[in-house]
């Protein structure tokens, strides 16, 4: 069967050709970068093709005259991702046209393959555009090898901003696949110290923040870099990377960039960093900080003290949590207490208490927070039970609180050998699966196939997964299905067998995505105050099309913002309310040659095609999701609201500009 499709696809690539001008062709004008481009019909086949997966449909494309409709098919296939696409963008990499070269470039990055490394080193020895040459650069850094990485560290870029930056972003994908060397710190120390390129700074000193290295002989650099530049995200950046230097001068510098930095995320960076230091020299500048008025800072110090404490300030946290104003530090506090105590007498008062608190709160995520905080006493078992499987008497996030609360208490369990609580876990989850509750039946498939914990010896029949898997409703249920997938595979033997969602992309609509203006902007009038997003419907008409009809549907009306992560995003769009709920279909993902930045708005998913209703807004810049989630939008206005906004808070209306 494999060779029918051989065939046919080289009969596709005798088709291309290459005899397209620069200059923009035929329907094609320089104003219409400034129109909806989607007016166009083979610009609309392209996008229908690429949202199809189809890499056959899309291939000749690449030999279309008009070099506009290349360059959208290279970026189509970047969607795509699929091997077959490598030869033929190989060749669009020769392509008179230097855009449809770039997106050639950027789409044989998103294929991730190490068969197009050849290919990228190849036309980085005969590229002259510094746009191209960029994009090779960043391509590498996805699908190379060491091999690539000397091609890259070795590269001149003579100081060309496009380059340097290009240079940077290859560095920094090459950390994410924890590939690098000690050249390559020296490399992002120079492109740090360069001033032809701003945004190359950023992603370089994003690098030493990212990669798994240490930087204790560079601290006195650190700090120079530090104090010179003036550019906020590079120094939220090189903070982050302080706490890979562990040096006297950097924990003295960082405690006092947390208590006094003007701009809560470089503070939050500096806490974050602090946390790579021993407990007794950093903990009194967090207590100190924990009462402050910086509530995003006192969340990421709560959660310090949850996931690294220490049992002899068991009592300290208890005390310190009762006088604290804000209720996620709160309950993170009553966490961290119940986890490092280590008496019984102590844990059965700080659980009493935790219980107490919980059974006053009117507030639902403020109930989440407390069954969180349960987590850190086994004896707790019995009542987060009771509250995982109280049905529509209690709201599905506390409910789905409470079994990833069971779930991670299982896997403390796990690391001290219970086994008769570790098989009281496995009837647990098994219930939970039988339950048929959408709010318990993802968490506890992922426990149950974790082969860490090996709940497998207790389980002789998991007939129950295969029929709760059957059950699944697709595509609505589609992370449930993903998690009950893997757990049956796991139990069959075959843990490492893909879980591929069975089902196509919703198709764009097109009569509404023509009405939408490329500069289209939406006003969200929300609990802080009003956010005002500029949708990118030319590079994500799917997004965009799906977004505007679901604020037209009122689907958004029962929604909250319920995840909030300091410095990170805000998140927004899930109609149950715990992150797991969605439309009952799903869309496909749109990847272009698009970065997040502070403010960009981009789709929650699950994995690739897995979007539905849910997306977020970057608190800052966030280049490790760049390539991986879609963008459709930006804030133009109101960015000071976004930084503002917690769990809990709502939207309480969008009006489309």
Known sequence: ??????????????????????????????????????????????YDLQNQRNTS??????????????????????????????????KALSDSNDATRAAAAYALGQTRSPLAEISLLNALQVEKSSHCISMILEALGKCGSVNALD???????????????????GLYRFALRNIHNPRCISLAFSLIEQTRSIDAQRIAAHFLSRATIILTPNYETLLKIYDNTNDLFTRIAIVGSMGKAKHPSI?????????????????????????????????????????????????????????????????????????????????????????FSTTDIQKEEISKWITHVYSLSKNTYKKVALVTALTGDTRNLPILEDIAFSGDSIAIPIRSAAISSLANMCANTAGVGDENLLKTFSTIFKKAIESGDLALISP???????????????????????????????PRDLEMWQELTRAVNYYEGHENLPVVSPFANRSIDWELIKSISPKQKVLLKTTKGDIVIELMVNKAPGSVSNFIRLIKENFYKHSTFHRVVPNFVIQYGCPRGDGSGGPDYTI?????????????????????????SQWFITHSLSPHLDGQYSIFGRVISGMDVVHRIGIGDCISSFKIL
């Open 444 to 474: 506890s498939a992922s426990i149950l196939y974790d082969p860490q914990i090996n709940l497998k010896r207790f389980i002789t029949d998991y007939s129950f997964l295969s029929a709760a898997l059957k059950k699944c409703k697709l």
């Open 151 to 169: 091609s890259l560290l070795n590269y001149d870029t003579h100081q060309e901003p496009e380059a340097l930056l290009g240079q940077a972003r």
């Open 251 to 339: 924990l003295e510098r960082l405690k006092t960039i947390a208590c006094s930095s003007l701009d809560y995320r470089i503070r939050v960076s500096a806490v974050r960093a602090l946390g790579a230091f021993e407990y007794p020299v950093i903990k009194d500048t967090f207590f100190k900080l924990l009462s402050g008025p910086e509530s995003n800072v006192a969340i990421t110090i709560s959660e310090y003290f949850q996931a690294r404490g220490n049992s002899s300030d068991a009592s300290l946290y208890f005390k310190t949590a009762k006088q604290l104003k804000q209720w996620r530090v709160r309950a993170n506090m009553y966490g961290a207490a119940l986890t």
């Open 1 to 46: 069967m494999k060779y029918p499709a051989f065939i046919f696809l080289f009969l596709c690539l005798a088709l291309i050709g290459f005899t397209g001008e620069i200059t923009l062709q035929k329907n094609e004008t320089k104003s219409q970068s400034r129109e909806n481009i989607f007016i166009d019909p083979v610009i609309r086949q392209i």
């Open 57 to 90: 449909g899309l291939i000749p494309f690449l030999s279309s005259e008009n070099p506009s409709y290349r360059e959208y098919t290279a970026i189509a296939l970047a969607s795509v991702q699929s091997p077959e696409s490598i030869v033929p963008l190989t």
């Open 588 to 612: 496909g993902s749109e990847f272009g040659p698009l970065y997040y930045g502070e403010g960009t708005v981009g789709m929650a998913s699950s994995g690739k095609d897995t979007e539905g």
